[in-house]
T-cell receptor
Framework: GAGVSQTPSNKVTEKGKYVELRCDPISGHTALYWYRQSLGQGPEFLIYFQGTGAADDSGLPNDRFFAVRPEGSVSTLKIQRTERGDSAVYLC???????????????FGPGTRLTVL | AQSVAQPEDQVNVAEGNPLTVKCTYSVSGNPYLFWYVQYPNRGLQFLLKYITGDNLVKGSYGFEAEFNKSQTSFHLKKPSALVSDSALYFCAVRDYNTGGFKTIFGAGTRLFVKA
């Protein structure tokens, strides 16, 4: 079956602009995660969805970052007033873990490389 | 707060030799521990996990890891390295008592296996 897909694969934008990054999880996976990975670093947790709701958004760096998952499947990460420091690879992952789980492995997408000029 | 340390940026090993990639963690509760691998131009892939039970866990591609609670470590091992094992390896932890669903990743260790 299809894995996690992310679009676009690359996004170049100018400082101050708004961007949206999309994630299509594996069908049937209720859990969805967003991470940010800077060069030479491991993935940094941003937000976790269980179904349609954001169960843990403690990793969002500030209020310029927002994510939605309106139908419990596709998710969009939105960044307002982008800054050069937002440049990174944004990773999405999904898993089949339910509310009583949390220990199931995550399946990662290929990422979106965001460059803010 | 949760944290993960991978003390080695890079590990070099000859093909056929055993390999170890180190990981230590810090959580206030009890950990779920994971290893992921990232091959060039490919996404992160799950290797193995420790949830509970036997401290030695076996995973994909012949890898295994040992959970050591007293040393708060979860080192990744393989008895005989292959050139194709060369990749970037990440250790990750989740504190299932207090950390919610947040997974914390280490900075990664690059493994080079020479033929």
């Amino acid at each position: 079956g299809a894995g996690v897909s992310q679009t676009p694969s690359n996004k170049v934008t100018e400082k101050g602009k708004y961007v949206e990054l999309r994630c299509d999880p594996i069908s049937g996976h209720t859990a969805l995660y967003w991470y940010r990975q800077s060069l030479g670093q491991g993935p940094e947790f941003l937000i976790y969805f269980q179904g349609t709701g954001a169960a843990d958004d403690s990793g969002l760096p500030n209020d310029r970052f927002f994510a939605v998952r309106p139908e419990g499947s596709v998710s969009t990460l939105k960044i307002q007033r982008t800054e050069r420091g937002d440049s990174a690879v944004y990773l999405c992952a999904s898993s089949s873990s339910g509310t009583s789980g949390g220990h199931n492995e995550q399946f990662f997408g290929p990422g979106t490389r965001l460059t803010v000029l | 707060a949760q944290s993960v340390a991978q003390p080695e940026d890079q590990v070099n090993v000859a093909e056929g030799n055993p390999l170890t990639v180190k990981c230590t963690y810090s959580v206030s509760g009890n950990p779920y521990l994971f290893w992921y691998v990232q091959y060039p131009n490919r996404g992160l892939q799950f290797l193995l996990k420790y949830i509970t039970g036997d401290n030695l866990v076996k995973g994909s591609y012949g890898f295994e890891a040992e959970f050591n609670k007293s040393q708060t470590s979860f080192h990744l091992k393989k008895p005989s390295a292959l050139v194709s094992d060369s990749a970037l390896y990440f250790c990750a932890v989740r504190d299932y008592n207090t950390g919610g669903f947040k997974t914390i990743f280490g900075a990664g260790t690059r493994l080079f296996v020479k033929a």
